[in-house]
């Protein structure tokens, strides 16, 4: 493997450690605190004070960014509403992914009665359909544009979102089988033109920033839709309880999935809104 020279290699830059580890006690905490605060009896005192530090180190790191010459973030990008409706509406298609993931085992296992093995072959459809459509986003993409993809794979993502939220006790698995593909096949053929548009806006030099951030923001979609999802679930009865009920869960179930339906038409609305401001 023979890398090429960098063509900046003779521009020396000074690396910001400090700013970058400001953002990781802001960004650490910030979601080790989310997820803990989902548990139930967790001290409302140490939340609260955890919230805080967040908070205090993201102020630290805005302030040192506006004063440093090579941040590692450009704040001039978030200016562009493009670029913060892709990352947006990227971050959310990743939350809802890993909500419907998360919560979904639960459903076949105790309200539809499968088998571990069952319920785990059928979550490999999201994945699957995902890696059915993304190639084939990435070879349309260059061919008639990254708009029409996106608005399509997100479409896809909110129906499907939708569809899985109707699933009851009497569902066929050939509806979920169906429910779970349009899913990943709709997150496919999103992500690959979205990523490809957001890699777009980026200025010359900073690459490496944008694709960082919209890294990030993948990262924080999944581990925002894994904590979000199992503080719904859990908001009324503990998850042993619900599993001894399966009614209980059935109703947690569809609880949770109105709201990941809800955040699929944030997301649609963040890829029109990207159309409306690039023309």
Not at 43 to 56: D, V
Not at 64 to 72: A, D, M, Q, T, V
Not at 132 to 159: C, K, V
Not at 240 to 268: E, R, W
Request: charged fraction near 10%; aromatic fraction near 14%; proline fraction near 5%.
């Amino acid at each position: 493997l023979i890398i090429p020279e960098s063509s900046t290699e003779g521009e020396k830059k000074r690396i910001d450690y400090l700013g970058a580890s400001f953002f990781t006690s802001f960004l650490g905490l910030f979601l080790i605190n989310f997820s803990l605060s989902t548990n139930p009896g967790y001290p409302i005192q140490t939340e609260i004070s955890l919230y805080a530090a967040s908070l205090l180190f993201l102020l630290l790191f805005i302030l040192h960014s506006l004063r440093f010459e090579n941040p590692i973030m450009d704040f001039s990008l978030l200016k562009n509403i493009p670029y913060l409706a892709g990352n947006f509406s990227g971050m959310l298609s990743y939350l809802i992914i890993g909500g419907v993931m998360f919560i979904a085992p639960y459903f076949m296992e105790y309200v539809l009665h499968y088998s571990p093995s069952v319920a785990g072959t059928l979550l490999v459809i999201i994945p699957g359909a995902m890696g059915i459509g993304t190639p084939l986003g990435g070879f349309l993409s260059s061919r008639i544009g990254t708009y029409r993809l996106t608005l399509i794979g997100f479409s896809l993502i909110t129906l499907s979102s939708f569809l899985i939220s109707t699933l009851n006790s009497h569902s066929s698995i050939y509806y979920i089988i169906i429910y779970f593909a349009t899913m990943g096949f709709g997150m496919g053929i999103f992500t690959a033109p979205n990523n490809s548009s957001i890699m777009g806006m980026a200025p010359q030099g900073k690459l490496s920033m944008v694709g960082g951030f919209l890294n990030m923001m993948r990262s924080m979609g999944l581990i925002l839709g894994v904590s979000i999802s199992t503080f719904i679930f859990e908001s009324m009865y503990p998850i042993q309880v619900l599993v001894m009920h399966p009614d209980l869960l059935s109703y947690a179930f569809d609880k949770t999935m109105l709201l990941l339906f809800i955040f699929s038409i944030v997301g649609l609305a963040l890829t029109a809104i990207k159309k409306r401001e690039t023309k």
